[in-house]
């Protein structure tokens, strides 16, 4: 694993492209804002139906520069086999102490993959046991500050969603790295920047459709961010879900228009 390095935001998922997908737009408004950003991949992915391991190291590798990511890390568990127990949750703690995050980013809770499922309990409890004085670990306790969960596809409420407008772009070029993945997208940066959209996209035999029948990860992301979007004023924005209530001081400075 790279050396550690002190984050300012944490985003922890179970394969390499789940966090270019559902938080990539919010990780890179946090690099452009100065943070330091990092990501955490608890597998190399390699049970994935296309690609190699050797394929998805380098693609992540790609997609974290693309992103501007400060540090990238893998946890090397085996895909499709990532297990609720404790020896991992102490792999994850010491991340989280290594890399002293104040915001962790966590797959939301209801999830169809279990690898996904696990990485939200994972997470939450490394969180917590990162804080514990006599836990086996190294260095000095510390919890992150405040954990919020990207919304993938099953969860319909949300707390806030994110203007990821401007990063939109950038988002797609992110996941475009993953080329073993969802196939060659040259043309992505060229048809956004065109004001194209995604019109004829459809027609590239290279894409993979690999979610739903006959849908691209492109259509589907540029399907969800632009109606995450309409709900809140913006041309594409990204959901996200806490498990607290969020506190307003001045509701005079609430974005978003009642009527």
């Keep these: 694993m790279a050396k550690a390095t002190k984050l300012d ?3 922890v998922a179970a394969h390499p492209d789940d966090i270019e997908i559902t938080c990539g737009g919010l990780m890179i408004k946090m690099a452009r804002m100065g943070r330091k950003t990092g990501a955490l991949d608890l597998t ?8 190699s391991k050797s394929d998805r190291e380098a693609e992540a590798a790609e997609a974290g520069r693309i992103m501007q990511l400060a540090w990238r890390g893998n946890l090397d568990l085996p895909d499709s086999a990532v297990e609720y127990v404790q020896v991992n949750k102490l792999k ?7 890399t ?21 309990q994972l997470g939450y409890d490394a969180c917590f046991l990162s804080g514990l004085k006599k ?3 190294q260095g000095d306790p510390y919890r992150p500050r405040k954990i919020i969960y990207a ?3 099953r969860n319909l409420e949300y707390s806030f969603l994110v203007n990821i407008t401007d990063e939109f772009s950038q988002k797609i070029e992110a996941v475009a790295a993953y080329k073993s993945q969802f196939g060659e997208r040259d043309n992505i940066k060229e048809a956004l920047t065109a004001g194209a959209e995604f019109v004829g996209l459809e ?5 993979h459709n690999i979610f739903h029948p006959g849908v691209n990860i492109y259509d589907l992301m540029h399907i969800r961010n632009r109606q995450m979007g309409q709900l809140v004023d913006c041309k594409y ?3 996200y879900t806490v498990k607290e209530q969020i506190r307003i001081d001045d509701p005079m400075l609430m974005p978003v228009q009642s009527i």
């Design 151 to 153: 919304s993938y596809m």
């Design 135 to 137: 836990a086996d670990l």
């Design 237 to 239: 924005a990204e959901a």
């Design 92 to 98: 994850l703690a010491q991340v989280i102490r290594d």
């Design 9 to 11: 935001v944490l985003a």
């Design 203 to 207: 027609r590239n035999s290279d894409v």
């Design 44 to 51: 190399r992915g390699e049970m994935g139906t296309h690609g």
């Design 100 to 120: 002293r995050p104040e915001l962790v980013i966590l797959p939301h809770w209801k999830q169809r993959h279990p690898d996904h499922l696990a990485c939200s």
